[in-house]
T-cell receptor
Framework: GQQVMQIPQYQHVQEGEDFTTYCNSS?????IQWYKQRPGGHPVFLIQ?????EVKKQKRLTFQFGEAKKNSSLHITATQTTDVGTYFC?????????????FGKGTHLIIQP | GAVVSQHPSRVICKSGTSVKIECRSL??????MFWYRQFPKKSLMLMAT?????????EQGVEKDKFLINHASLTLSTLTVTSAHPEDSSFYIC?????????????FGQGTRLTVV
């Protein structure tokens, strides 16, 4: 079945360092979404990428969608303590209706001041 | 953005009892809602898809008689954990996407932390 893989599982960085998480799907995706979950909170939508090779920026966050629409990355420049949390990528479930999503396992970002 | 409200946020129950969790879309209609389970520091595992006016679709390995889902209206889905056991302790989260906007973002409820003692 469809798999969405994400690496690394954990990332420790010093505040101010950059951070990148990578997402790979076993199937071609029509779009990919990124979510952030703060400790003790619920996932919150960050962005959706649709086009092959698309790059979108949100302040210090840069999102990329691969040319083959099977991989994606999220890069954070100069991390801050507010960036702490788990970042999930998600793609539409292949063969599934009703708009379901398949989530990656997430990357836990831990920032040391 | 759209709001999904989930209640209760925390519940402690005794083994053998049942617990009902509600998920409401506050400012939009959702013909479909999704129920996830999340273990500590783990990803979201889709349990079932709740369909308004019809039976829910359960993922492989999820017991439909244990996790009862009802989607009686376009704004409310409920998950009932029946005869709860300690291994059912987990974080349950619902989500919904706006009807007619299949490619759009998913809105999540605040989650329910269930502890079975």
């Amino acid at each position: 079945g469809q798999q969405v893989m994400q690496i690394p599982q954990y990332q420790h960085v010093q505040e101010g360092e950059d951070f990148t998480t990578y997402c790979n799907s076993s199937t071609t995706l029509s779009n990919i979404q990124w979510y952030k979950q703060r400790p003790g909170g619920h996932p919150v939508f960050l962005i959706q990428l649709v086009k092959s090779g698309e790059v979108k920026k949100q302040k210090r966050l840069t999102f990329q969608f691969g040319e083959a629409k099977k991989n994606s990355s999220l890069h954070i420049t100069a991390t801050q303590t507010t960036d702490v949390g788990t970042y999930f990528c998600a793609g539409p479930r292949s063969g599934g209706g009703a708009d379901g999503l398949t989530f990656g396992k997430g990357t836990h970002l831990i920032i040391q001041p | 953005g759209a709001v999904v409200s989930q209640h209760p946020s925390r519940v402690i129950c005794k083994s053998g009892t049942s617990v009902k969790i509600e998920c409401r879309s506050l400012d939009f209609q959702a013909t479909t809602m999704f129920w996830y389970r999340q273990f500590p520091k783990k990803s979201l595992m889709l349990m079932a898809t709740s369909n308004e006016g019809s039976k829910a679709t359960y993922e492989q390995g999820v017991e439909k008689d244990k996790f009862l889902i009802n989607h009686a209206s376009l704004t409310l889905s409920t998950l009932t954990v029946t005869s709860a056991h300690p291994e059912d302790s987990s974080f349950y989260i619902c989500s919904a996407r706006i009807s007619g906007h299949p490619g759009g973002e998913a809105f999540f409820g605040q989650g329910t932390r269930l502890t079975v003692v």
